[in-house]
């Protein structure tokens, strides 16, 4: 119900205000616009990992960040994580994971007259583990999207790697999809998101399933529902940020 609540409440932020450009199309995959140059916004993320590997873990995550655009071509995020794990032995909690900074970097113009109809965008970003004081996390993605009138398709191709004493996990994290203007500002779509074990002992899974955005003013956000393919049950996802 919960996940159909997010998805509702965004559907009817679209009757709202003038809109201006996202920054994503979907709830999963990293976009491939920018903050406006000299701009600031607050992006926030509300995820889950739903019966996740043989004990069927559960999770919810949270993510918050500032971001502000350095350049036309360049902006920076302070990412602050939470999560609360449950891995069915006695010991749910919640508790803060990761924090960082991470940069995206977007050659060509923000203009989409200028651009044209193909856009990139480079990610790389660094995090403290917080509960292994000696461990770090680095992230890689690079994003390509197309436009074609009502049509937005893009590919994310990411990973991240954890390095802690006497140990690391890496991960591949495929992800690509097709969203369709619908109405105004309102978008529906597909989208498939995986996280591949590379190095490490965790689970490997991946998902499919609908997804919508929506801006509306200073607002911007798109919801997903994942349905697991193999790994998990479901992974849906919310992701929404707004300009200051």
């Not at 509702?8 to 491939?32: E, M």
């Not at 680095?138 to 436009?147: G, H, I, K, P, Q």
């Not at 074990?197 to 499919?208: A, N, Q």
């Amino acid at each position: 119900m919960h996940r159909v609540l997010a998805l509702t409440v965004l559907a009817v932020l679209v009757t709202g205000g003038a809109a201006h450009g996202g920054r994503t199309h979907f709830g999963w995959l990293y976009g491939t616009e920018l903050v406006p140059e000299n701009g600031t916004e607050v992006e926030t993320w509300i995820l889950e990992e739903n019966k996740k590997g043989d004990n069927k873990r559960d999770e919810t995550a949270f993510w918050w960040s500032p971001v502000f655009s350095l350049t036309q071509h360049l902006e920076i995020a302070i990412p602050i994580e939470a999560a609360f794990e449950d891995e069915h032995d006695g010991d749910a909690r919640v508790h803060f994971t990761r924090w960082g900074a991470e940069a995206r970097y977007r050659p060509q113009s923000p203009d989409p007259i200028d651009a044209g109809p193909f856009a990139t965008v480079v990610r790389g970003g660094a995090k403290r583990i917080i509960e292994d004081r000696a461990g770090v996390r680095f992230e890689a993605d690079l994003v390509a999207s197309y436009t074609s009138g009502r049509v937005f398709a893009e590919v994310d191709l990411g990973g991240i790697t954890e390095r802690v004493p006497g140990g690391g996990e890496t991960e591949f994290r495929p992800s690509a999809g097709v969203s369709v203007l619908v109405v105004r500002d309102f978008r529906l779509g597909v989208e498939s998101y995986g996280e591949l074990i590379v190095e490490g002992g965790g689970t490997s899974w991946l998902v499919v399933g609908p997804t919508m955005s929506v801006t509306s003013g200073r607002f911007w956000g798109a919801a997903t529902l994942g349905i697991g393919l193999f790994g998990l049950r479901d992974a849906p996802r919310l992701t929404f940020g707004v300009a200051l």
